[in-house]
């Protein structure tokens, strides 16, 4: 993924397919949770989740309004929108202005199929601290 602007929307698409090498659609995940923090917290302590996004449910109780959705297209299904809230700089004493952090991206869940499997899907996000954001 690209650097991002730090408090802004942003939009990851990426394919998401079984283990036959075949895109899911919404009916095909069973569960699907999403984690987002910040690198190097997380590996000085352990912690570092930014925006409460932590094995956050993005699949059940109708969460796909929460910002992950699974569409259905022929090449990217799955569609994660980051919020300004989510695109925030944790280590502000840390990071020059201009500079980036890296936050994590997690999502995991199972499919629906029998046999269900297990999936993760990782991504590191490069934001970019801004000057005169507020």
Known sequence: MDVILEKTDVWYRAPLKDKDDVLLN??????????????KTSEESGGGIINLRDAYDVRNSGAWDKGVTVTESESMNLVVRLTPADNIIVNTDDIDIGGTEVHI???????????S??????VE??????????
Do not use: C, Q, R
């Open 26 to 39: 919404y009916d095909g995940i069973a569960t699907m949770t999403m984690t987002l923090y910040d690198k």
């Open 105 to 115: 991206l997690l999502l995991e869940g199972t499919t629906a199929g029998i046999p």
């Open 117 to 122: 499997f297990t999936f993760k899907h990782e």
């Open 125 to 134: 996000i490069k934001v970019k601290n801004l000057n005169k954001v507020s």
